[in-house]
């Protein structure tokens, strides 16, 4: 069974970079997309952005100028950064496989890390 | 700055049938598949339909999802309580290059 696991800090002051990372088991980051969602509390859910094990990556047009997603095959895990944070970046950040051939089945996910924008 | 629009809550007593309607447009629904995740307070979302009506292993045919045109649906027959939960349809959409979730469904069974 596939697994992902978010981790990073939980409180980042506003206009510095928030740095999380996926950690992968259970199966190869191999032949996947792999994905950055995140939900602001109380609100729907909202796409930041996708990376290829092969290096490929997609953002969401409102967030890419301050959006960076790396992986490194070698540990089985990808990243996400985000520069200069401000309140509206507080949310609930999840990690997310695209399964089932690419086509939006996002099947696995990580519990989700809330990371808070805050001094 | 979704562009998949969804009632914001559907309901129905145990035992009936509600439905969610996605509506988007020609770059997203029009021309990709779309995919339905139901999301309980405080969880992750999970996986309901992908390819617009296909199931996961483990998701009950209760649930199903259709697409015509620019628009999506998905059905819960046989309403349960633990069917209470926000559900998001999503698709990708070839203006923004990217992916879109709708604006999510509140489901309450009465």
């Known amino acids: 069974q596939v697994q992902l696991q978010e981790s990073g800090p939980r409180l980042v002051k506003p206009s510095e970079t928030l740095s999380l990372t996926c950690s992968v088991s259970g199966g190869s980051i191999i032949n996947y997309y792999w994905n950055w969602i995140r939900q602001p509390p109380g609100k729907g859910l909202e796409w930041i952005g996708d990376i290829y094990y092969s290096g490929n990556t997609n953002y969401n047009p409102s967030l890419r100028s301050r959006v960076t997603i790396s992986v490194d095959m070698s540990k089985n895990q990808f990243s996400l950064n985000l520069r200069s944070m401000t309140a509206a970046d507080t949310a609930v950040y999840y990690c997310?496989?695209?399964?089932?051939?690419?086509?939006?089945?996002?099947?696995?996910w990580g519990l989700g890390t809330l990371v808070t924008v805050s001094s | 700055q979704s562009v998949l629009t969804q009632p914001p809550s559907a309901s129905g007593t145990p035992g009936q049938r509600v439905a969610i309607s996605c509506s988007g447009s020609?770059?997203?629904?029009?021309?990709?598949?779309v995919s339905w995740f139901q999301q309980v307070p405080g969880a992750a979302p999970r996986l309901l339909i992908y390819?617009?009506?296909q199931r996961p292993s483990g998701v009950p045919d209760r649930f199903s999802g259709s697409k015509s045109g620019t628009a999506a649906s998905l059905a819960i027959s046989g309403l349960q309580s633990e069917d209470e939960a926000d559900y998001y349809c999503?698709?990708?959409?070839?203006?923004?290059?990217?992916?879109?979730f709708g604006t999510g469904t509140k489901v309450t069974v009465l």
């Open positions: 390819t617009n009506d």
């Open positions: 997310a496989r695209n399964g089932y051939g690419g086509n939006g089945g996002f099947d696995f």
């Open positions: 999503l698709a990708f959409d070839d203006t923004v290059i990217g992916y879109v």
């Open positions: 020609s770059s997203n629904i029009g021309l990709n598949p």
